[in-house]
């Protein structure tokens, strides 16, 4: 029978590593490999992980040096003998049926990729889910999977939603010391991957906590990743797909958009007022391509003018749709 490779990152995570795991241990998906790389905890995660072990053998732990998520990602990749590869974050939990529903849509549909839905959790309140249709759409070309992904059509590119064939990752690694870490590798895996499969149903916990990296309230350099990601991606859809670039320029410019509205978030932003003109520069500088591209909706095309003409007004946006 086949086997999924679960790769879980763990980082000073107590509080939340044990639901984390039994959601793991209690997947209906039962021949599994959990791996869990303990990435230099100082807190008790280090002893709940070894504890696991010893209660079940499907569980191995790896104790490295702290070296960010995309190092243990990549140990856990190093080290995973399964048929297929999963990734679960360590603040985070999942449905018990996750792993088989993935697994069963990716048989189905002989994809290399299958993927599900996630649903917001907090402290304080889980996101209602209920009205969500279950339906099914199969991606068959790079160009559709690429849509799918870069284009607001309700796919996202969060490698913890998915399941991969192993060989999806033979030449792909996490580039270490960024985050948008799965932005990084978004095209390099499409680019590995005949057929995906996308089913609209939540089955992955996703934990917004308010010490995470994206919810600091000082800006931080790594605001930008964002930006370097999908100027990494569009150089690699240049040399290997040249004509899907006008789908990379549309994500490129939302990167963009993105991370001004992150920097606009932090309390500390008029202190980077040069950096916020140098993007709205860039997004002047290529209005006349946006105009001609024939992937830009109206809606996007408004939010660009907003931001050139009305900075104040997109910061308010902004802040009113991600509720902060």
Same mark, same amino acid.
């Given at each position: 029978?086949? $086997?999924?490779?679960?790769?879980?990152?763990? /980082?000073?995570?107590?509080?939340?590593?044990?639901?984390?795991?039994?959601?793991?241990?209690?997947?209906?998906?039962?021949?599994?490999?959990?791996?869990?790389?303990?990435?230099?905890?100082?807190?008790?995660?280090?002893?709940?992980?070894?504890?696991?072990? #010893?209660?079940?053998?499907?569980?191995?732990?790896?104790?490295?040096?702290? !070296? !960010?998520?995309?190092?243990? @990602?990549?140990?856990?990749?190093?080290?995973?003998? !399964?048929?297929?590869? !999963?990734?679960?974050?360590?603040?985070?939990?999942?449905?018990?049926?996750?792993?088989?529903?993935? /697994?069963?849509?990716?048989?189905?549909?002989?994809?290399? #990729?299958?993927?599900?839905?996630?649903?917001? #959790?907090?402290?304080?309140?889980?996101?209602?889910?209920?009205?969500?249709?279950?339906?099914?759409?199969?991606?068959?070309?790079?160009?559709?999977?690429?849509?799918?992904? /870069?284009?607001?059509?309700?796919?996202?590119?969060? #490698?913890?939603?998915?399941?991969?064939? $192993?060989?999806?990752?033979?030449?792909?690694?996490?580039?270490?010391?960024?985050?948008?870490?799965?932005?990084?590798?978004?095209?390099?895996?499409?680019?590995?991957?005949?057929?995906?499969?996308?089913?609209?149903?939540?089955?992955?916990?996703?934990?917004?906590?308010?010490?995470?990296?994206?919810?600091?309230?000082?800006?931080?350099?790594?605001?930008?990743?964002?930006?370097?990601?999908?100027?990494?991606?569009?150089?690699?859809?240049?040399?290997?797909?040249?004509?899907?670039?006008?789908?990379?320029?549309?994500?490129?410019?939302?990167?963009? @958009?993105?991370?001004?509205?992150?920097?606009?978030?932090?309390?500390?932003?008029?202190?980077?007022?040069?950096?916020?003109?140098?993007?709205?520069?860039?997004?002047?500088?290529?209005?006349?391509?946006?105009?001609?591209?024939?992937?830009?909706?109206?809606?996007?095309?408004?939010?660009?003018?907003?931001? /050139?003409?009305?900075?104040?007004?997109?910061?308010?946006?902004?802040?009113?749709?991600?509720?902060?």
């Amino acid at each position: 029978m086949d $086997k999924i490779s679960i790769i879980v990152p763990v /980082y000073n995570v107590e509080k939340y590593l044990d639901e984390c795991i039994q959601s793991i241990r209690n997947q209906t998906f039962r021949n599994l490999e959990i791996l869990l790389i303990d990435d230099g905890s100082t807190d008790n995660s280090r002893k709940i992980c070894d504890d696991y072990a #010893v209660k079940d053998n499907r569980i191995k732990v790896i104790h490295k040096e702290n !070296g !960010g998520l995309s190092d243990a @990602r990549n140990v856990g990749l190093e080290n995973a003998s !399964g048929d297929y590869i !999963g990734f679960v974050d360590s603040d985070d939990y999942i449905d018990e049926d996750m792993y088989e529903l993935l /697994y069963d849509n990716i048989i189905d549909s002989k994809a290399d #990729v299958s993927m599900c839905k996630a649903r917001l #959790v907090t402290d304080n309140r889980v996101v209602d889910d209920s009205f969500c249709e279950k339906n099914k759409e199969v991606y068959n070309t790079k160009e559709e999977m690429l849509k799918a992904l /870069y284009l607001g059509k309700g796919v996202s590119i969060a #490698v913890y939603l998915k399941l991969y064939k $192993k060989h999806v990752f033979d030449n792909i690694r996490f580039i270490q010391g960024k985050t948008s870490e799965d932005a990084f590798v978004s095209w390099p895996i499409i680019n590995n991957t005949n057929r995906m499969v996308s089913q609209n149903i939540t089955k992955y916990n996703y934990r917004q906590r308010e010490d995470s990296i994206t919810h600091k309230k000082k800006y931080n350099d790594k605001i930008l990743d964002v930006v370097e990601a999908y100027q990494y991606s569009y150089n690699c859809i240049k040399k290997d797909s040249s004509e899907l670039l006008p789908i990379a320029e549309c994500r490129l410019w939302w990167g963009y @958009r993105t991370a001004l509205g992150r920097i606009y978030e932090t309390e500390d932003s008029n202190a980077h007022k040069e950096i916020i003109e140098n993007i709205r520069k860039i997004i002047f500088h290529d209005m006349i391509k946006m105009l001609k591209n024939p992937y830009m909706s109206a809606y996007q095309l408004m939010i660009v003018m907003i931001i /050139y003409f009305c900075p104040r007004f997109y910061r308010f946006l902004y802040k009113r749709h991600t509720g902060r």
